[in-house]
């Protein structure tokens, strides 16, 4: 691995209080697989000021989080809102100063890849090091690189792991983990006990959105599934989706998919549950036993919350994206493609995943 010849993290001058900011301008699943070596950096330096610049989107997820200081948030062009390119062009700036402000010691690129845009934005905050991955070193702009080919064959957060391993950290990573919204989990409490007759433990959560295609389950094999299941084990369900019309450009929804599968679900307890925003997908995940979902943001998070889960891969990597740190059962078609996944499988994984965990329980 290609460092700096110093590339302990460390403040201005040794002192022992670190200024850092990482980067992680992704989906929601890529800041969640970058939240252990957050950890990892506090537990190594608990009075460092650690930074998170994020999207717009996903920064929500950071809320009360112990090993972050400070989250910045980026807005993407598409994502400008009412203020028009104007108000986005002010607002990064008013951001860059106050970054340039902390005195940064280190920014840390937490994407494996090699974006000369984001490096770039890294030189005008001032650090004293970028640190980040590249195809070889030296690599423009970076001070400290981590080679892209040190990153294969591993999944995201031992990805992303490397570049903790570039500047001392030691040691493998650890769980991811998030924390809801006391507000927005006494409101997912509220709806369960409002169908507290009905809606008996385990509690599954079942998420049928996807924002790639190749991901989208059928909404009758949802139904057949939640069907299925409640007829063989009494359990009760909560049904999440992305809200809105499927042709918004923006934020496609799902109003009339759920729909559907609630119109099929007569007589199966579940208590519908449109995800309006991340914090409260967060908390009602919290309080689901298990998950059932596609490979997704839904999914990564579930995982950062502790849930088992049941996931369906389409086109996707399953060693880079599976989820971590939690007992999980993965099934991808070998089209890749999850509509050629039979509710038979998925049945089946979600009796794997629920023996395994009784074998565990036991001891």
């Known amino acids: 691995m290609a460092t700096a010849p110093d590339a302990r993290l460390s403040g201005r001058a040794g002192e022992p209080s670190p200024r850092v900011l990482v980067i992680r301008r992704d989906n929601i699943g890529d800041l969640v697989c970058t939240l252990p070596l957050l950890r990892a950096m506090r537990d190594a330096h608990p009075?460092?000021?650690?930074?998170?610049?994020?999207?717009?989107?996903?920064?929500?997820?950071?809320?009360?989080?112990?090993?972050?200081?400070?989250?910045?948030?980026?807005?993407?062009?598409?994502?400008?809102?009412?203020?028009?390119?104007?108000?986005?062009?002010?607002?990064?700036?008013?951001?860059?100063r106050a970054l340039r402000a902390r005195r940064l010691d280190d920014v840390?690129?937490?994407?494996?890849?090699?974006?000369?845009?984001?490096?770039?934005?890294?030189?005008?905050?001032?650090?004293?090091?970028?640190?980040?991955?590249?195809?070889?070193?030296?690599?423009?702009?970076?001070?400290?690189?981590?080679?892209?080919?040190?990153?294969?064959r591993k999944h995201e957060v031992e990805r992303v792991m490397l570049l903790g391993e570039a500047f001392g950290l030691k040691g493998g990573p650890m769980p991811a983990r998030i924390y809801p919204d006391p507000r927005e989990v006494m409101h997912i409490r509220a709806g369960l006990a409002a169908r507290s007759r009905d809606i008996q433990r385990p509690i599954v959560g079942v998420h049928i959105s996807a924002r790639k295609p190749s991901q989208r389950w059928p909404a009758e094999r949802f139904a057949a599934l939640m069907r299925e299941l409640y007829e063989e084990r009494g359990i009760g369900f909560v049904l999440?989706?992305?809200?809105?019309?499927?042709?918004?450009?923006?934020?496609?929804?799902d109003d009339v998919k759920a729909q559907e599968v609630h119109t099929r679900l007569v007589g199966v307890?579940?208590?519908?549950?449109p995800t309006e925003t991340?914090?409260?997908?967060?908390?009602?995940?919290?309080?689901?036993?298990?998950?059932?979902?596609?490979?997704?943001?839904?999914?990564?998070?579930a995982a950062a919350l502790g849930k088992p889960i049941v996931a369906l891969f389409g086109k996707s990597d399953v060693q880079r994206w599976r989820p971590w740190g939690v007992p999980h059962e993965v099934l991808q078609a070998p089209s890749q493609e999850v509509n050629d996944i039979p509710v038979e499988r998925v049945a089946a994984a979600y009796e794997m995943l629920t023996t395994r965990l009784s074998l565990l329980a036991a001891g």
Request: overall charge neutral; hydrophobic content about 50%; aromatic content about 8%.
């Open 47 to 96: 009075h460092a000021w650690i930074g998170v610049l994020a999207n717009s989107y996903n920064a929500a997820l950071l809320e009360r989080h112990p090993d972050v200081n400070e989250v910045f948030v980026y807005r993407k062009l598409k994502h400008r809102g009412g203020g028009g390119l104007l108000g986005l062009a002010a607002d990064r700036v008013r951001m860059i």
């Open 108 to 152: 840390i690129l937490a994407t494996p890849d090699y974006q000369p845009r984001t490096v770039q934005l890294a030189r005008w905050l001032g650090a004293e090091r970028v640190i980040g991955f590249a195809p070889a070193s030296p690599a423009p702009g970076l001070d400290v690189v981590v080679p892209l080919a040190a990153a294969e």
């Open 240 to 253: 999440f989706w992305a809200p809105g019309a499927a042709d918004n450009p923006l934020h496609p929804g």
């Open 269 to 273: 307890p579940c208590l519908r549950w």
């Open 278 to 301: 991340l914090p409260g997908l967060i908390a009602a995940l919290a309080e689901c036993d298990h998950v059932i979902c596609a490979d997704g943001g839904a999914m990564h998070l």
